[in-house]
């Protein structure tokens, strides 16, 4: 249904393109500023890859509040619940915004990751009829390859590399 997370070119169904679209729908985001990822300086501190789901992402960005709901959003620090539904109300039903709350003025969800967990599915029918050896070759075809330390902020420099 969606091709990814990351909001792409035009004509193209994301998971953030379907967000944001919402947030602007509701008056969060300005029609001045939407669409420009950018001028909103909207950050993922996660991505998805062709057959890659996620349950749950942290995204960052910029948004047009109400003073009224400012000033609260400030004193509690998370944005109401009637908020939520609102943009919620305007989400399809396999896509929520689950909390919100005010960050820095520069901080990106990008640069404040510093974990990521996985979980792999394999199907039980590719398990059947194989020997250890089969079974263990087929679970390296799960064995990360990538080094990920660009998508962690400061603490990619301490992650070790992927290695096989």
């Known amino acids: 249904r969606f091709q990814g997370l990351q909001m792409a070119q035009e004509?193209?169904?994301t998971i953030e393109g379907v967000v944001h679209n919402a947030?602007?729908?509701a008056g969060a985001i300005s029609d001045d500023n939407a669409g420009d990822r950018k001028k909103i300086k909207w950050s993922s501190a996660s991505r998805t890859d062709k057959g890659v789901h996620a349950v749950a992402c942290v995204c960052s960005t910029k948004l047009a509040i109400d003073?009224?709901?400012?000033?609260?959003i400030a004193?509690?620090?998370e944005v109401p619940q009637s908020i939520l539904d609102n943009w919620n109300s305007r989400l399809p039903e396999d896509i929520r915004v689950l909390s919100a709350i005010r960050w820095g003025k520069n901080t990106k969800a990008h640069d404040r990751c510093n974990l990521r967990e996985y979980e792999y599915l394999l199907p039980e029918s590719a398990l059947s009829g194989k020997s250890a050896e089969d079974l263990q070759s087929l679970l390296g075809k799960f064995e990360g390859?990538?080094?990920f330390h660009n998508f962690v902020g400061n603490l990619g420099r301490s992650i070790?590399?992927?290695g096989r």
């Open 145 to 147: 390859t990538h080094r």
């Open 75 to 77: 004193k509690f620090g």
């Open 11 to 13: 004509g193209t169904v």
């Open 67 to 72: 003073r009224d709901i400012d000033a609260r």
């Open 23 to 25: 947030l602007h729908e």
């Open 160 to 162: 070790r590399p992927v």
